[in-house]
Structures are given as C-alpha cells and as structure tokens.
C-alpha cells in the first residue's frame, strides 16, 4: 500500500471515528444519540407560538407618560395650558396654551422633550400645539418594546421551568414579532396565559366612596361626561352579586408595577390566597406620600386595567401591600400565577398570537418511527440495487453512502442543528444524492474500461472528469438549498440545514473516500487487469 | 457485466418537436386543471387559519361532533380510524383578541360533551398575515434559487445554458404544480421544499449533460452542435435514468412508509424526479440547439 493510499485511508477512517463520536457519544450508544442529535417539535412533540407584540401599545404608554410629565413641567415653569388630549398614539395635543407664553412652551418642548416636535400649533382652540412623536424616536420605542417584551417572556418561561424553550425574535425589525417553543408541552394554554398576560399594576386614587353597578350610572356623576383626568374601570371579577362593579379613578397612577421590587403568595384578613409586593425606595416614597395625604380614601388596585380590589386607606403605607381577589376571592393557582407575572415585570405591550402549532408526544414519536423506516427502506433498496448492478464496486458505493450519512449526523450533532420531519426528507435526498455521484463516476468508468483503457488509467480519468461535473452540480444545488435556508421558515429552513450538510459531506464521499477505495482494491492486485463494476 | 442502454444512438433533438408538444399537453392539463377549479388547494400554513386532530377514546359520531362546534366557523370535519379521530378545519385562525380560537375553540366546544373523553393530537393555527408571509417568503426563496443557478450555470457554461437549464427547471416546477391542482393536493410549506429540491435535482440532471458537451466540444470542434447534443445525452444516458430510478425508489419510501405528514412531499417529489429527468433531454438541450440555430445564418451573411 502506498503512502497516498494510507494517509487518505487514515483521514477517512479519522473522520469516521470522529462523525460517531459526535453524534453518538464515547462509547456510541443509542441513549448518547437521544443527547446529541437535537429534535424538532414536529417529531419530539411540543408547541410553537409565533406572537407579536402590539408595539403602539407602547407607543400610546409613552405618549401618555408624555403628557404627564409636560404638564407637571409646564405647571413648575407657569405656562398654563387649557387641556391635554392624544389624538393618537404618538400624538399628543396642549390646547389653549397662553399665547404670552409661546417661546416659553417652545423651548420647553424642544429642550426636555426632544421625542416630540410640534407639527402644528392650530386646532379648534386658539394656541393649540401638537406634537408628534420623531421617527426615530419611534422606531427606537418599538424596537425597545419588543425587546422588553421578549426578556419578560424568558423571565416568566424560567420561572415556569419548561425544559430547553427556545424564545427569539423573528422576522425584520418592522414584524415585532417573537417566536416561543416549548419542547414537550401539547397543551399550551396554561402557558400561553402566562406568558400572555400584561401583568401592568397600577395603584390608582377612587374618585368618591363608593363604587357604581353600571358603567352609565358612574357617568351620571359627573353628567355623562368625565373630566379627562379621570376614567371609569371595570372590575376584574363579578361581586358576590354576580356582576361587574365600576369604580371612577384617576388616569394617572399614583404607583405602578415598574416599581415593584418582589411579590410573593399570602393570605387577606378572611385567610384566602392574596399576593403581597414590595416596592422599591421611590416607589416606597411616593406611596408614602401618596397614602399619607390620602387616608380615608379607597385605593384602586388595577391590574392590566381592571379594579382587583379598592381597599380603604388607614394610614401611611410605604413599601408593601397585599393584593386581594376582591368579594370573589382568588384561587390559590390564580395567585400563584399572578405572583409569578408581576415577579418577571410586565409587558411592555399587549401581544397577539399569530401562529401557535401544537404535536402530541405520540404523534411525534409516530413520525420518528415513520421516518426511520423510510429512510431504512431506501437505504437498503439502493444498496441492494447497487450490489446488483456495479458488484462488487457496489460495496464502494454502499461504504460511501454510509460514511455520508455518518458524517450527516456527526455534523449536525456538532453545529447543533435541529432534525425536523422535512429534515430526515433531506436525510432521504442525500441518500439520493449520494447514490447519483456514485452512479456518475462508475457509468463513466464503464465508458473508459470500453473505450479499452486499464482499470487503473480509467479510474483516475474517471474521477478526475465527473470530478468537474460533481464541482457543479453540486454548487448549483448548494445555492439553492442556501436561498432555502436564508430565506425559508420552520419546515423549509430544517430541510436546508440536513441538505447542506448532506451536500458538502456527500462531496468528501463520493470523491476522496470511493476514490480511495478504488485505490485499494486495485493497489491489492498484483497486476490491475480486471476490475469488478 | 450487466447494463442498460449499451452503445445508445438515439437521435433525441431529432424529436424536439414531439417533446415540445408533450410538455405544451401537460402544461396545458395543469393550467386547465387550475382555471376550473380557480385556486390552488392551499394548507394551512398559506391561507391561514387552524387545523386540529383530536383523538378520542371512544367511537364518536361525526354529526355530534359537527353539531358542537362553532358552526359559522367550520370548514371541514374528517374522521379517521375508524371514527376515533377527527381531523377539523376551522376558517378563523388564533389572531382575534378576544374569542378563543384555533386549538383552544375545540377543546371548548368538545368539552361540553366529552371533557376528559379527548387529548388534541395536533393542531396548527396561523393568522392570515403570517399565512401571506410565508407564501410571499416561499416564492422569493424560489426565485432567488433560480435566479443563483442561472448565474452559476451562466458564469461556468455560457448564458444560453443557464437559461435553458432554468427554463427547464421552471418547466417542472409548473407542471408538478400542475398536477397538484389536478390531484386535489394541498400545497403547503414541505410542498415549497419539495419543489426547490426537484429545482435542485433537474438541474442537476441539466449540468451532468451540459458538461458533458463541454467536454464534447473541446475534443470534437468540427463537429455540428446536433450531433455532440445527441451523443452528449446518450453517453448520459445510462446515468440519467439509474440516478431517477434509484432517487425514485428513496421517494416511494417516503411516500410508503414517512406517513401522512410527509405524503404532499413524496408526491412532489415522485412527479418532479420523472418530470426534472425528461426535461434535462427533452427541453433544456433542445433550447441550446434552437437558440444556436438562430444565430448561424447571421453568422453566415457575415461572413459573405
């Protein structure tokens, strides 16, 4: 044996070695390749939510933020103003700003509210300004929000402890959108509340002592029509009387969940579950000034915009406080759930769900086993058709596509890939692909040996000749199984990956290690005159 | 030694025009197929909406089972083993706010006559946006796919191959699509897969002969472009059809043994792998020959 033979036989035999231990483990086991080959949903079982994040929610939080600040700012510096309003969600409108003040409101607006910039400062009311949030600076809230939102779902999805989640975001930086897949859940409701839910805490003042049975009737107070410093909000669960009640409270909070340090599970005076939170050292000074100036007066504990309970105010509070399910009561779940949302902080924006895909555990395991007898099936077949045709240069090819798979699984073991359903298709296509590089250079050999050449001459001509044809075949599937990969989605981009990899591993294959192979047997003959193909 | 196809001497481009009219025919049976029937059957994935399979533990009529769900809302309800699973399609998809839909409506609905009787075996609900999105996606990826191979196959042969080899490859990808309207088959993401790998695999059918004449022509220059296309393919000939066979026989696998999931997919890539063969013979090289046709009697009155 020639030196050339035995070194390519040595890294042939290396990348064998190495192949089985990457995706089968030292020693290779079955369990090992449980490990190492990672499955995608469709044949491990588990649920895919593809949701996006409602981003002019966060827009329309910050506009009204905004208005607050402008006007607290605007009060300390004397410019009155008649009326805020938000047309829109980047849009706020100052009307009937004092006109001896306009430089004033101007510089104001332009130094500390850099976000915004007048667009107009014409409307019904004399002196009206409006101002609309920057581009950019709009973009950058969207962009922020969806990245808020993202870490609250890993927050949350940690604390539910789902094994292997994957949560990313997907799509261009105009979609927000957030792809979320839990391996092994097929009943993804539970999950999907919790990570779903806004979990926004607010403490808001109630205007008045009471509450009201109907939205009209707590209108009626004010003669149908609210002041715009207060809103009317609905509570979250039915009374004992079995309906809602309404309660009217001021639009701005005094306190809200952004402040809050932790929450944990406890019990209200009657001994059912609650949840207890902290809050931080300014959340703490401002409920304490907020309390203090307060007492007497009902409390509204909002959460994603309904009233949890309004307790009454009995003296200063600073850093904590219990929430309590109202007249209903909470379920002890419903409280763990809650401590667990206002623990991992809240939402920046609602979401919606744009996709969700659920596989049973079974039908998972069904799609292994179909997959595996498939690609059996076909192996099998091909090699026995070409033990058949090309004898025993057959057994190149059977070594040949063997290896390729080998080398397949090593690979994606080691880039950590993803085998989905249409992947182990691709699995089944590199078989293809395989056998028709094998098939090429021995159809060609065929030729040579008839055209009266000697095995050993036409095996080398062979090679080095299809050797251009496999350069550009295989390129050309190449690219395409790349624009595949960049530009297709879930089923499309699993098919990729396994067809890549087949691709380059089968280019190893099919030209250096059966070329060896050739190499050997006929080396082994004293004299190469015969050659079985 | 046992072969096929010994010492072939076909004259193929000599039929180019009986090939041409084949591929007009099955051209012709697909579009016609389509404008009948309008639209392509599409799968969830494209037009948006929801799917669920629920497997019961018991024999359940399929009328109670109609009966309880939301009924503006149904479009198909199939049982299958036997009547303990229920494959159901639901037009609205999990998008809308406030109502349960997709996977969640159906628990509902069973829930009210057979809590505990039923798991949901799968079930896949996508909005209609992200429906539009991924069709838009899967018809960019293609084209950038072939819009790659007519530059390779361009830079590595000259542009009239490339183009032929696409045009082929195009040839295919409509009549396969053809047949899945005639067929009834849904055409769905997996589908999209299965028609970039027969783009994959024609083309590579395509290059093998091409190559082949470009090896041809260094060695035989006096030759006419006819005969080294004809001889080219024949050489391949072999080849071409044991490399169909023997990819036809993995895809029966598939279409056999991969279950239903992957069904659509073999099914594409049955008609595509005999489709994606004849046209590397029976179009691309044809194209070659017609378009150099062309330009020889320019060529000629130059000259004089």
């Given at each position: 044996?020639?030196?050339?033979?035995?070194?390519?036989?040595?890294?042939?035999?290396?990348?064998?070695?190495?192949?089985?231990?990457?995706?089968?483990?030292?020693?290779?086991?079955?369990?090992?390749?449980?490990?190492?080959?990672?499955?995608?949903?469709?044949?491990?079982?588990?649920?895919?939510?593809?949701?996006?994040?409602?981003?002019?929610?966060?827009?329309?939080?910050?506009?009204?933020?905004?208005?607050?600040?402008?006007?607290?700012?605007?009060?300390?510096?004397?410019?009155?103003?008649?009326?805020?309003?938000?047309?829109?969600?980047?849009?706020?409108?100052?009307?009937?700003?004092?006109?001896?003040?306009?430089?004033?409101?101007?510089?104001?607006?332009?130094?500390?509210?850099?976000?915004?910039?007048?667009?107009?400062?014409?409307?019904?009311?004399?002196?009206?300004?409006?101002?609309?949030?920057?581009?950019?600076?709009?973009?950058?809230?969207?962009?922020?929000?969806?990245?808020?939102?993202?870490?609250?779902?890993?927050?949350?999805?940690?604390?539910?402890?789902?094994?292997?989640?994957?949560?990313?975001?997907?799509?261009?930086?105009?979609?927000?959108?957030?792809?979320?897949?839990?391996?092994?859940?097929?009943?993804?409701?539970?999950?999907?509340?919790?990570?779903?839910?806004?979990?926004?805490?607010?403490?808001?003042?109630?205007?008045?002592?009471?509450?009201?049975?109907?939205?009209?009737?707590?209108?009626?107070?004010?003669?149908?029509?609210?002041?715009?410093?207060?809103?009317?909000?609905?509570?979250?669960?039915?009374?004992?009387?079995?309906?809602?009640?309404?309660?009217?409270?001021?639009?701005?909070?005094?306190?809200?969940?952004?402040?809050?340090?932790?929450?944990?599970?406890?019990?209200?005076?009657?001994?059912?579950?609650?949840?207890?939170?902290?809050?931080?050292?300014?959340?703490?000074?401002?409920?304490?000034?907020?309390?203090?100036?307060?007492?007497?007066?009902?409390?509204?504990?909002?959460?994603?915009?309904?009233?949890?309970?309004?307790?009454?105010?009995?003296?200063?509070?600073?850093?904590?406080?219990?929430?309590?399910?109202?007249?209903?009561?909470?379920?002890?779940?419903?409280?763990?759930?809650?401590?667990?949302?206002?623990?991992?902080?809240?939402?920046?924006?609602?979401?919606?769900?744009?996709?969700?895909?659920?596989?049973?555990?079974?039908?998972?395991?069904?799609?292994?086993?179909?997959?595996?007898?498939?690609?059996?099936?076909?192996?099998?077949?091909?090699?026995?058709?070409?033990?058949?045709?090309?004898?025993?240069?057959?057994?190149?090819?059977?070594?040949?596509?063997?290896?390729?798979?080998?080398?397949?699984?090593?690979?994606?073991?080691?880039?950590?890939?993803?085998?989905?359903?249409?992947?182990?298709?691709?699995?089944?296509?590199?078989?293809?692909?395989?056998?028709?590089?094998?098939?090429?250079?021995?159809?060609?050999?065929?030729?040579?040996?008839?055209?009266?050449?000697?095995?050993?001459?036409?095996?080398?001509?062979?090679?080095?000749?299809?050797?251009?044809?496999?350069?550009?075949?295989?390129?050309?599937?190449?690219?395409?199984?790349?624009?595949?990969?960049?530009?297709?989605?879930?089923?499309?981009?699993?098919?990729?990956?396994?067809?890549?990899?087949?691709?380059?591993?089968?280019?190893?294959?099919?030209?250096?290690?059966?070329?060896?192979?050739?190499?050997?047997?006929?080396?082994?003959?004293?004299?190469?005159?015969?050659?079985?193909? | 030694?046992?072969?096929?196809?010994?010492?072939?001497?076909?004259?193929?481009?000599?039929?180019?025009?009986?090939?041409?009219?084949?591929?007009?025919?099955?051209?012709?049976?697909?579009?016609?197929?389509?404008?009948?029937?309008?639209?392509?059957?599409?799968?969830?994935?494209?037009?948006?909406?929801?799917?669920?399979?629920?497997?019961?533990?018991?024999?359940?009529?399929?009328?109670?089972?109609?009966?309880?769900?939301?009924?503006?809302?149904?479009?198909?309800?199939?049982?299958?083993?036997?009547?303990?699973?229920?494959?159901?399609?639901?037009?609205?998809?999990?998008?809308?706010?406030?109502?349960?839909?997709?996977?969640?409506?159906?628990?509902?609905?069973?829930?009210?006559?057979?809590?505990?009787?039923?798991?949901?075996?799968?079930?896949?609900?996508?909005?209609?946006?992200?429906?539009?999105?991924?069709?838009?996606?899967?018809?960019?990826?293609?084209?950038?796919?072939?819009?790659?191979?007519?530059?390779?196959?361009?830079?590595?042969?000259?542009?009239?191959?490339?183009?032929?080899?696409?045009?082929?490859?195009?040839?295919?990808?409509?009549?396969?699509?053809?047949?899945?309207?005639?067929?009834?088959?849904?055409?769905?993401?997996?589908?999209?897969?299965?028609?970039?790998?027969?783009?994959?695999?024609?083309?590579?059918?395509?290059?093998?002969?091409?190559?082949?004449?470009?090896?041809?022509?260094?060695?035989?220059?006096?030759?006419?472009?006819?005969?080294?296309?004809?001889?080219?393919?024949?050489?391949?000939?072999?080849?071409?059809?044991?490399?169909?066979?023997?990819?036809?026989?993995?895809?029966?696998?598939?279409?056999?043994?991969?279950?239903?999931?992957?069904?659509?997919?073999?099914?594409?890539?049955?008609?595509?792998?005999?489709?994606?063969?004849?046209?590397?013979?029976?179009?691309a090289a044809p194209l070659v020959l017609i378009y150099s046709n062309l330009r020889k009697p320019k060529v000629a009155v130059n000259r004089r």
């Amino acid at each position: 044996m020639n030196k050339r033979i035995r070194t390519r036989s040595i890294i042939t035999l290396g990348i064998t070695v190495l192949s089985i231990i990457l995706f089968a483990g030292i020693p290779p086991s079955v369990e090992g390749m449980k490990q190492r080959i990672r499955l995608g949903l469709d044949l491990r079982g588990g649920t895919q939510l593809v949701l996006q994040v409602q981003v002019d929610d966060a827009l329309k939080a910050t506009t009204d933020q905004t208005i607050e600040a402008l006007r607290a700012q605007m009060e300390k510096d004397g410019i009155t103003v008649r009326q805020f309003t938000r047309p829109a969600n980047d849009t706020l409108e100052a009307r009937g700003v004092d006109p001896a003040k306009d430089a004033a409101f101007r510089n104001l607006v332009d130094g500390s509210f850099a976000d915004y910039e007048i667009v107009s400062s014409q409307g019904e009311v004399p002196n009206t300004y409006t101002l609309k949030m920057k581009a950019r600076a709009a973009d950058e809230y969207r962009l922020q929000a969806v990245d808020q939102a993202l870490n609250t779902i890993e927050n949350r999805v940690n604390a539910l402890g789902v094994a292997e989640p994957v949560i990313q975001k997907r799509g261009g930086p105009t979609e927000h959108e957030i792809i979320v897949q839990f391996p092994g859940i097929d009943d993804p409701e539970y999950v999907k509340r919790i990570i779903g839910k806004p979990a926004l805490l607010e403490l808001k003042l109630v205007q008045g002592t009471s509450s009201y049975p109907t939205r009209e009737a707590a209108l009626q107070q004010y003669g149908g029509v609210l002041p715009p410093n207060l809103e009317v909000l609905e509570s979250a669960k039915a009374e004992n009387s079995g309906s809602k009640i309404y309660w009217i409270v001021n639009k701005v909070a005094g306190v809200t969940g952004r402040e809050l340090k932790s929450a944990g599970v406890s019990r209200d005076e009657n001994g059912r579950p609650a949840v207890s939170f902290n809050l931080n050292a300014s959340g703490a000074a401002k409920f304490g000034r907020l309390t203090e100036e307060n007492i007497g007066r009902l409390l509204a504990i909002v959460l994603d915009g309904q009233v949890e309970s309004a307790p009454r105010l009995n003296s200063r509070i600073t850093d904590n406080g219990i929430i309590t399910g109202g007249g209903a009561g909470f379920a002890p779940e419903e409280a763990r759930e809650l401590v667990l949302v206002l623990k991992s902080g809240a939402l920046p924006a609602r979401m919606t769900t744009m996709q969700e895909s659920v596989v049973g555990a079974s039908l998972g395991a069904d799609s292994i086993k179909n997959g595996l007898v498939a690609s059996v099936v076909a192996l099998v077949s091909v090699i026995a058709f070409v033990l058949f045709y090309y004898r025993a240069s057959g057994i190149n090819a059977m070594f040949a596509m063997l290896l390729n798979l080998i080398i397949l699984f090593g690979a994606m073991a080691y880039l950590g890939a993803t085998l989905t359903l249409p992947g182990i298709a691709g699995v089944i296509l590199t078989i293809g692909m395989g056998i028709d590089s094998n098939v090429l250079i021995f159809e060609r050999i065929r030729e040579e040996l008839r055209a009266g050449k000697t095995p050993m001459s036409a095996v080398s001509t062979s090679f080095s000749r299809v050797f251009i044809t496999l350069v550009d075949t295989h390129l050309a599937a190449l690219i395409s199984a790349t624009f595949l990969f960049l530009f297709g989605s879930g089923a499309v981009k699993g098919f990729a990956v396994t067809l890549v990899i087949g691709l380059i591993s089968n280019m190893f294959t099919a030209v250096f290690v059966s070329r060896t192979l050739f190499e050997i047997v006929l080396s082994r003959k004293e004299r190469a005159e015969t050659l079985s193909i | 030694m046992f072969e096929l196809f010994k010492g072939l001497q076909v004259d193929w481009l000599g039929k180019r025009k009986l090939f041409i009219a084949i591929s007009m025919l099955l051209l012709l049976i697909g579009m016609v197929s389509l404008v009948l029937k309008g639209r392509f059957e599409y799968g969830t994935d494209f037009k948006g909406g929801t799917v669920v399979v629920v497997k019961f533990n018991e024999t359940v009529d399929i009328g109670k089972v109609r009966d309880l769900l939301p009924q503006a809302d149904i479009q198909t309800v199939q049982s299958s083993e036997g009547g303990s699973e229920f494959q159901i399609g639901l037009a609205k998809a999990v998008e809308t706010e406030d109502e349960s839909v997709g996977s969640e409506a159906v628990t509902t609905a069973l829930n009210k006559a057979f809590a505990g009787k039923f798991r949901i075996e799968s079930s896949e609900s996508v909005s209609a946006k992200v429906g539009g999105d991924l069709r838009r996606q899967a018809v960019t990826a293609t084209l950038y796919a072939l819009a790659g191979i007519l530059i390779y196959i361009a830079f590595r042969f000259e542009w009239i191959y490339g183009a032929a080899a696409v045009f082929a490859v195009f040839h295919d990808t409509l009549i396969t699509l053809g047949f899945f309207s005639l067929f009834n088959y849904e055409i769905n993401l997996t589908v999209i897969a299965a028609l970039l790998t027969l783009v994959g695999y024609s083309v590579n059918d395509t290059i093998v002969i091409f190559d082949r004449v470009r090896e041809n022509l260094k060695v035989r220059r006096k030759d006419d472009l006819e005969v080294i296309l004809n001889d080219s393919i024949n050489q391949t000939f072999s080849r071409t059809i044991l490399t169909s066979a023997l990819t036809f026989l993995t895809v029966i696998a598939l279409f056999v043994f991969g279950g239903e999931i992957i069904n659509n997919f073999a099914f594409a890539m049955v008609i595509g792998i005999i489709v994606g063969s004849y046209s590397s013979f029976a179009i691309a090289a044809p194209l070659v020959l017609i378009y150099s046709n062309l330009r020889k009697p320019k060529v000629a009155v130059n000259r004089r």
